[in-house]
């Protein structure tokens, strides 16, 4: 399945990207963000009937206090910008939300800029209200970036979150990975691992990392677990569909990087999943060409 033209670069960025949590102060440049701006102007939608919108601050907005009222974590200090992407759509909003904004998060990786999601599902209504969203909005996480800090204690800070097991640690593929049948959970093939590491090194809330896959007739399924106790209760048990986006835009850019082609499909009334225990929730499937 590898083939000649690999982005090395993009697929490098995929599975080296980390939360960045302390920042430079000093705003990019004028050339950065229009590079940022064509970024998002050019991310590849999941449907296309869902209205995507991100809203650019300085991080005056997203100030300790903000972060803090949105019931969020980690400490996360001094970013020069932030983004409030959201979607408006029936269709999947959250999954289509999460891939969206994962790709500017890896593109942004690209460039060496630094990114943390800050999760506002917790308090959805009062995110919206504060940033005046539309009411039918959907905006589950917020995006900070900027150029990590260079300072000593700013690097410290930044590798001592990583090394925090939440923050650092990634399920093994063998047991994220079924195939055929959802018996035991194996090692997948060797064609399938640089896809599969890709997926695996996706970014979650709370690093829940709620995704698990089947291959089955020659078709990667992703599914989430439809519970999840580091979501907590509630509201935020719904980043399952955030972060499953995230997997798949991960999954995405990677077929890119390796140029492969592959489409995603996801479930729905004409599309329906291969058999699945309870807890297992089907969320789309994709084909290589
Ligand atoms: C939807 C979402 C919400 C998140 N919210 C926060 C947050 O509020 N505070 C924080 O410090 N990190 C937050 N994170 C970052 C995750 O904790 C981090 O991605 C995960 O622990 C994996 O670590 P890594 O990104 O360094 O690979 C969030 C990530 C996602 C995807």
């Not at 995006?143 to 260079?150: E, I, K």
């Not at 698990?212 to 599914?223: I, K, S, T």
């Not at 329906?272 to 499937?285: F, G, I, Q, S, V």
Request: charged content about 20%; proline content about 7%; overall charge positive.
């Amino acid at each position: 399945m590898m083939t000649k033209r690999v982005e090395t670069d993009l697929y490098r960025a995929i599975l080296n990207r980390r939360s960045v949590r302390r920042y430079d102060r000093t705003p990019l440049d004028k050339e950065i963000i229009a590079q940022v701006q064509h970024i998002i102007d050019n991310v590849e939608p999941l449907l296309d009937e869902n209205q995507f919108e991100v809203l650019h601050h300085n991080g005056m907005l997203i100030d300790k206090a903000f972060i803090a009222s949105m019931g969020a974590y980690g400490y996360i200090v001094t970013p020069p910008h932030a983004l409030a992407p959201y979607i408006i759509g029936s269709q999947y909003p959250l999954v289509d939300l999460g891939y969206r904004v994962e790709q500017i998060v890896v593109r942004l990786t690209c460039l060496e800029i630094g990114t943390c999601y800050i999760g506002t599902l917790y308090r959805e209504e009062e995110n919206r209200l504060r940033l005046d969203l539309p009411t039918d909005s959907r905006c589950g996480a917020l995006l900070v970036f900027g150029h990590p800090a260079r300072s000593t204690s700013g690097r410290a800070l930044n590798s001592l979150m990583r090394s925090v097991p939440m923050g650092n640690t990634r399920l093994p593929l063998n047991q994220l990975f079924f195939q055929e049948t959802f018996d035991l959970p194996t090692n997948p093939p060797d064609h399938l691992s640089p896809i599969l590491s890709a997926a695996r090194f996706s970014p979650s809330a709370v690093n829940a990392q709620p995704w698990r896959f089947l291959w089955r007739n020659g078709g990667l399924h992703l599914f989430v677990k439809r519970y999840n106790s580091k979501y907590g209760p509630g509201e935020g048990q719904a980043y399952r569909f955030y972060d499953g986006g995230i997997c798949m835009a991960n999954i995405k850019l990677a077929l890119k990087a390796l140029n492969i082609k592959g489409k995603w499909i996801l479930y729905g009334h004409e599309h329906e999943a291969p058999d699945h225990p309870p807890n297992l929730e089907p969320l789309a499937k994709i084909t290589f060409e």
